[in-house]
């Protein structure tokens, strides 16, 4: 059941408290409690996600976040490779998570990605191979809103049809489809077309998958907790609660803190700070993401001592790595003059033209029209060249051969900072999506209420700015090409004069923000490992009781948008609890 109120919770002792009702947290709350003799809570900070039209209607997800009552509205710090700009950035303050507001794209990621998890963290479960089954388990493809054969925009044969999470392809043609697949043609040899990028080898060009099924977003809480999920009678889900401490004891004289008590705090708004504690029989799961997960246990004591003992915590367990080890993808929006009027543009700036097509989408199942789509209907990764220079200096962070170092993604509308409020336009993303610079979560404060400090070090290493230079430069080639010549009028001011490639890095460092896609900062690791903060079961390394559950623990981002990554970790991270309990 799902409460609004720490009235209506029937008790404080559960089996398993989940902390975070998020992208991997309700996968976890769905799996357990597929054995109806296990009891669990999961406490989600954030607010109902239900009713929500910026987050239910695809096309309008970019109006979910930033700085709405459904985003934590967290700043970044000064980043020193963007000239020490902040930029806010996204996470999801609602039932779902990042799932309810992310753009819902569906990439999975490469074999190779997998198989790197695998040796880093010594566990082969992790590896591509034996992670096919858990993919599937998540994955329920199913047809695009308008209901048009998908045949030749995906690999039917890697697919998953039986499971929770809908992935499809677009459901609305854009006037930009036909012409990227016509430059893919044309420029085959640096742009290939790729008919599915979620085989294991990523690499080229084609339709985009998207978490959404018969036009509306699918996410973790309209998935994993569809009524038959949420009315278990061993599923307890209560919103507005925010966990701000965990507490530890000692069993019997053992040596190590056990982590079974939990402290939240009611946090809608007018009402007075209440802290209550719930108990778990048999273990915590901190599915709060790769900020707040960090944060909880710096808050607890798991974390530097040096830290801890400036903010006066009681250190538990000293691990410098609570934190650190961030990787996040840069993204940059490259946006062109286009001389269509059938661009999304429209939409944004025209309050009855979009009046007119919510209407659409209200009277329609499956939903139709423009809106049932997200913003980018094909998307690329792409390599730099294997004679690019700056391997002489950089050994190729890639995962492999099947991973990229950039990304396109094409949308049919202005994207960007500072929207224009008139024209049409197109935008390539380019965003770089094997970084080598590596970012931290800190905390300068004992009041959880307060954000923790979010550094993700963008464009923080020389090779990332040269992926980013060369993926700008690479976005025009691609623009150049003869399927645009009578659409595309010319790149944007913001960057129509950034033509070296000492102007195009200026441009890079003067609009780069982030794709929301940090992981790693409480990474996994070798059993026995002097590094690392969970074990590849995802256990807390050093104490007991307690064990994490999303993208915090992912060691390195991988060459994709992370989500599909996230849910695939929760997946057999979930297996991997029940399988220690025999669940
Ligand atoms: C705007 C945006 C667009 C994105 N677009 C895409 C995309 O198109 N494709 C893609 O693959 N990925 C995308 N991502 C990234 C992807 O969604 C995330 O990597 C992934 O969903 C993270 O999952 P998670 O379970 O780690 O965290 P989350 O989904 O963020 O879950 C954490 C949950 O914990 C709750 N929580 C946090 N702290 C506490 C606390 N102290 N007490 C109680 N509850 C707490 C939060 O409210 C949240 O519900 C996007 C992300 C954003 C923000």
Redesign the pocket.
């Known amino acids: 059941a799902l409460y609004e109120s720490v009235s209506q919770l029937p008790g404080w002792i559960y089996d398993f408290i989940i902390?975070?009702?998020?992208?991997?947290?309700n996968v976890v709350a769905n799996r357990l409690t597929e054995n109806s003799a296990v009891s669990v809570l999961v406490?989600?900070?954030?607010v109902s996600d239900r009713g929500v039209q910026d987050i239910e209607i695809p096309l309008l997800a970019s109006l979910a976040?930033p700085n709405t009552a459904y985003d934590w509205n967290y700043t970044v710090a000064p980043q020193q490779g963007l000239y020490g700009r902040v930029f806010s950035y996204?996470?999801?303050?609602?039932l779902g998570?990042?799932?309810s507001?992310?753009?819902?794209?569906?990439?999975r990621g490469s074999s190779d990605d997998y198989n790197r998890y695998a040796s880093i963290s010594g566990d082969p479960g992790w590896s591509w191979d034996n992670l096919q089954y858990y993919i599937k388990r998540n994955e329920r493809f199913t047809p695009p809103a308008d209901g048009h054969s998908p045949i030749g925009q995906y690999d039917p044969a890697v697919h998953g049809y039986s499971g929770i999470n809908s992935v499809t392809v677009p459901g609305y043609p854009t006037v930009i489809d036909q012409r990227v697949l016509r430059t893919t043609q044309e420029l085959s040899g640096d742009f290939p077309f790729n008919l599915d990028m979620n085989t294991g080898n990523t690499i080229g060009i084609g339709w985009t998958q998207e978490t959404i099924l018969d036009g509306a977003r699918s996410s973790s809480a309209t998935s994993y907790l569809e009524p038959q999920f949420i009315n278990r009678p061993n599923l307890h889900i209560l919103l507005h609660?925010?966990?701000t401490q965990l507490f530890a004891s000692k069993i019997n004289g053992s040596k190590v803190h056990s982590f079974h008590t939990v402290q939240?705090s009611e946090n809608r708004q007018g009402l007075p700070i209440t802290n209550y504690n719930v108990t778990a029989k048999k273990e915590v799961v901190l599915?709060?993401?790769?900020f707040?997960t960090p944060q909880?246990l710096m808050l607890s004591g798991i974390g530097n001592k040096t830290v801890l003992d400036g903010l006066g915590i009681k250190t538990l367990l000293d691990n410098p790595w609570v934190g650190q080890n961030m990787s996040d993808h840069p993204l940059i929006t490259n946006p062109f003059y286009v001389s269509s009027n059938q661009t999304f543009d429209p939409i944004f700036h025209n309050t009855s033209l979009l009046a007119s097509d919510i209407a659409q989408w209200n009277a329609t199942y499956p939903h139709e029209g423009p809106l049932v789509d997200g913003r980018g209907t094909l998307l690329g990764w792409l390599r730099l060249p294997n004679n690019s220079s700056i391997f002489q200096k950089y050994p190729d962070p890639s995962a492999g051969p099947h991973s990229s170092h950039y990304e396109f993604i094409f949308a049919n509308v202005f994207a960007g900072s500072s929207p224009p409020s008139l024209g049409n336009y197109l935008t390539i993303f380019s965003n770089v999506v094997s970084p080598v610079a590596r970012g931290y979560v800190t905390i300068n404060s004992t009041n959880p209420f307060v954000q923790p400090i979010i550094n993700p070090n963008l464009l923080g290493t020389d090779f990332d700015v040269y992926v980013a230079v060369e993926a700008i430069k690479s976005a025009r080639r691609f623009a150049n090409a003869s399927a645009w010549a009578d659409y595309i009028v010319g790149p944007y001011e913001t960057w129509a004069n950034a033509t070296t490639d000492a102007e195009i890095e200026a441009y890079a460092r003067r609009t780069a923000t982030s794709i929301?896609?940090a992981v790693g900062t409480s990474t996994m690791s070798p059993r026995g490992a002097s590094w690392g903060v969970v074990d590849p079961d995802l256990r807390v390394k050093g104490v007991s009781g307690l064990r994490i559950v999303?993208?915090?623990v992912i060691p390195i981002v991988p060459a994709a948008?992370?989500?599909?990554v996230?849910y695939i970790f929760a997946e057999r991270g979930s297996d991997l609890i029940k399988g220690a309990w025999k669940i």
């Open positions: 902390v975070g009702g998020g992208t991997a947290g406490l989600e900070a954030g976040t996204a996470r999801g303050y609602v998570g990042c799932s507001v992310n753009l819902m794209v569906y990439s609660a925010q966990v939240f599915s709060a993401g790769s707040n909880l929301w896609h999303d993208a915090s948008h992370t989500q599909a996230v």
